[in-house]
């Protein structure tokens, strides 16, 4: 009796280390758009409204593990096309948050546009996670009769595929899975075929929405982004409502390109500290 009582108490005091790691959370800001069309960011905003968004990923950080929600870009055609201002290599920002591109141990991919999966090739030691749908449509029939491929940089995809070859791809199957200790990925917003959020969990818990929600005024509004398709804008606006229950709270869910993610939070240069 006196064992058993002992390792009871034993699990006890072991407990804690079994639990989720409490993370950090940053946002890195590599450069800005200027002068975005809102309503290409919030379905039905006034015609001719403009915004200077923010492209940004994030870090997340904890034990041994150094992990990014999207890898910005580093392509000159994108640079050229959208006029970014204020840029600076994804991998040199990560330097700027105090960690070495080959530092980095995982690369979380919301969706597959070139803003946000152009830079896998920066973080040669990453293992790279996404939708196991998203790789799917995006490797073959988006390319199809009928297929939607827009924001999709082919040399993203060939550098997806090789990181695959590497045995350095974890494909996703689904919605609500933890693909790492705390860190859950969610799906149903369809920003992309499968574009998927995560939740960091922590006191308190963060949902880093990325585009599935674009700024506070989509979430604060309840108003769509553009979707995959017209006919999800309803599934947007639910997996905006759900976002804010994962995270407990309205202001610990974070969207992917508002410029006031830097006044609300902590920010000293590029980076401001989420947690």
């Known amino acids: 009796m006196r064992r058993l009582a002992f390792l ?14 409490e993370y ?10 200027p002068q975005f069309s809102t309503s290409g960011l919030v379905v039905g905003a006034p015609a001719g409204e403009k915004l ?8 997340v950080r904890g034990g041994n593990r150094n992990i990014l929600l999207d890898t910005g870009f580093h392509r000159q055609q994108w640079i050229d096309q959208y006029k970014v201002t204020d840029y600076i290599r994804p991998d040199e920002a990560v330097r700027l948050a105090g960690v070495e591109p080959d530092e980095i141990t995982d690369i979380i991919l919301s969706h597959a546009h070139w803003d946000h999966m152009g830079g896998i090739d920066l973080f040669p030691n990453a293992t790279v996670w996404i939708q196991k749908d998203e790789f799917a449509y995006y490797m073959g029939p988006a390319w199809q009769r009928g297929g939607q491929h827009g924001g999709i940089d082919p040399e993203d995809l060939v ?10 791809l974890r494909l996703i199957d689904g919605d609500d899975r933890e693909i790492l200790p705390g860190i859950r990925a969610f799906t149903g917003a369809r920003h992309t075929y499968a574009s998927q959020y995560i939740r960091v969990e922590g006191t308190p818990s963060y949902v880093l929405a990325s585009d599935n929600c674009y700024l506070y005024r989509n979430l604060e509004t309840k108003t769509p982004i553009p979707t995959f398709e017209a006919s999800d804008h309803e599934a947007n606006v639910k997996a905006l409502e759900r976002m804010i229950l994962l995270a407990g709270a309205p202001e610990c869910v974070i969207p992917g390109h508002d410029p006031l993610v830097f006044t609300r939070f902590p920010a000293q240069g590029r980076i401001a500290k989420i947690k």
């Not at 009871?8 to 790691?21: D, K, Q, W």
């Open 159 to 168: 550098n997806l595929l090789r990181r695959n070859t590497q045995g350095k």
């Open 52 to 59: 200077d968004i923010a492209l940004v990923f994030w870090l």
């Open 24 to 33: 950090t959370i940053a946002a890195i800001r590599y450069g800005t758009i």
């Open 8 to 21: 009871i108490l034993s699990l006890g005091v072991l407990a804690p280390t079994l639990r989720a790691e």
